[in-house]
T-cell receptor
Framework: EPEVTQTPSHQVTQMGQEVILRCVPI?????FYWYRQILGQKVEFLVS????????KSEIFDDQFSVERPDGSNFTLKIRSTKLEDSAMYFC???????????FGEGSRLTVL | KNEVEQSPQNLTAQEGEFITINCSYS?????LHWLQQHPGGGIVSLFM???GKKKHGRLIATINIQEKHSSLHITASHPRDSAVYIC????????????FGTGTLLAVQP
């Protein structure tokens, strides 16, 4: 069974620090996503990435956020200067071009103190 | 108003009961996903459907595109089915992002 892997599973950081969340999507997938879920709330779309560029981003995805695919396998989400309200579970997902089947990672829990 | 609404928000059932979770959406979709989220947080896609009905084991998902409504049914429910079930609308276009419902917390008691 193919899987999306995310690291770290849990990160605690101080407000103002930079955080990088990493994802390894399924190898032949072409569409990549980051979603987040604040505790007790629904999952929200952050950003989608296709053909090495952002295809859409939400209002949440401001200048503090960035994504890149540095080496053709990893897909990273960087938060430049974390705020308390960035505390959430961040999910990476990838999707194949033909089947449309979507696979999620197990999530990275970010706690900002 | 949420673009994707689910009901009920919470559901408690006895083992063996037939369960139905409903989803209504107001956006245009290319497909609808039913997802399962366990207490640890991980999300698993159960179904992706754009018309009709799909079945996988004891799970059945249906969609009515005209009425913008989908249902997830669980037959012969079991305590291991306890989880949050989420309906998510897949938008079309270049992005194909998901718009999530708020989820239904299901507890199946033995």
């Amino acid at each position: 069974e193919p899987e999306v892997t995310q690291t770290p599973s849990h990160q605690v950081t101080q407000m103002g620090q930079e955080v990088i969340l990493r994802c390894v999507p399924i190898s032949n997938h072409l569409y990549f996503y980051w979603y987040r879920q604040i505790l007790g709330q629904k999952v929200e779309f952050l950003v989608s990435f296709y053909n090495n560029e952002i295809s859409e981003k939400s209002e949440i995805f401001d200048d503090q956020f960035s994504v890149e695919r540095p080496d053709g396998s990893n897909f990273t989400l960087k938060i430049r200067s974390t705020k308390l309200e960035d505390s959430a579970m961040y999910f990476c997902a990838s999707k194949g071009h033909y089947t449309g089947e979507l696979f999620f990672g197990e999530g990275s829990r970010l706690t900002v103190l | 108003k949420n673009e994707v609404e689910q009901s009920p928000q919470n559901l408690t059932a006895q083992e063996g009961e037939f369960i139905t979770i409903n989803c209504s959406y107001s956006v245009g979709i290319s497909a609808l996903h039913w997802l399962q989220q366990h207490p640890g947080g991980g999300i698993v896609s159960l179904f992706m459907l754009s018309s009709g009905k799909k079945k996988h084991g004891r799970l059945i998902a249906t969609i009515n595109i005209q009425e913008k409504h989908s249902s997830l049914h669980i037959t012969a429910s079991h305590p291991r089915d306890s989880a949050v079930y989420i309906c998510a609308a897949l938008t079309g276009g270049a992005t194909n992002k998901l718009i999530f419902g708020t989820g239904t917390l299901l507890a199946v008691q033995p």
